[in-house]
T-cell receptor, first 117, second 113 residues
């Protein structure tokens, strides 16, 4: 089946530093990937839609200069949390859409737990 | 404005019985709906989906029912098993496979022995 690999699975960083999270589609090409974040016991909130070869589309309230998204190839999208602060600590998850038969679904990465100290 | 609503934060069901998880949506443009299962610190796992042209889709122990007029869908799990204990998210999209999907807040399902 289609697999989305997300790396790292967890990271601890100091305030003010930047952290890059990678999301790779391993056995299929993903023209579109999505980035979500989840606070404890909350829903998955869509942050942005990442399109290969073009700028990402950010949801309302998400700072595009803080959460840099790059989708340089059909198999890789990256999310960089710049100048991280403790309030950026969260669980970040990427996903990619794929088609199977007449249906389509979204495969998710395993997530990245970011802790900013 | 919450477009996808799961009003029950938790649900407890006896093993072997039927689990029914409910979801309501407000956006009439949504025409594709998905259910995901999620464990803590892991990504969601796809369970089942349904297109708005159908009112029922079944896959093994999982059945999703869609009532378009009521903007309501439900996931039935029967029989419920201990491994079904997890958080279940309802999600919806406007139909294009590259369109974003919006999640509900989730329902935590506890299967009791």
């Amino acid at each position: 089946g289609a697999v989305v690999s997300q790396h790292p699975s967890w990271v601890i960083c100091k305030s003010g530093t930047s952290v890059k999270i990678e999301c790779r589609s391993l056995d299929f090409q993903a023209t579109t990937m999505f980035w979500y974040r989840q606070f404890p016991k909350q829903s998955l909130m869509l942050m942005a839609t990442s399109n290969e070869g073009s700028k990402a589309t950010y949801e309302q309230g998400v700072e595009k200069d803080k959460f840099l998204i790059n989708h340089a190839s059909l198999t890789l999208s990256t999310l960089t949390v710049t100048s991280a602060h403790p309030e950026d600590s969260s669980f970040y998850i990427c996903s990619a859409s794929l088609k199977y038969g007449a249906n389509y679904g979204y495969t998710f990465g395993s997530g990245t737990r970011l802790t900013v100290v | 404005d919450q477009q996808v609503k799961q009003n029950s934060p938790s649900l407890s069901v006896q093993e072997g019985r039927i689990s029914i998880l409910n979801c309501d949506y407000t956006n009439s443009m949504f025409d594709y709906f998905l259910w995901y299962k999620k464990y803590p610190a892991e990504g969601p796992t796809f369970l089942i989906s349904i297109s708005s042209i159908k009112d029922k889709n079944e896959d093994g122990r999982f059945t999703v029912f869609l009532n378009k007029s009521a903007k309501h869908l439900s996931l039935h799990i029967v029989p419920s098993q201990p491994g079904d204990s997890a958080v279940y998210f309802c999600a919806a999209s406007a139909g294009h496979r590259d369109d974003k999907i919006i999640f509900g807040k989730g329902t935590r399902l506890h299967i009791l022995p």
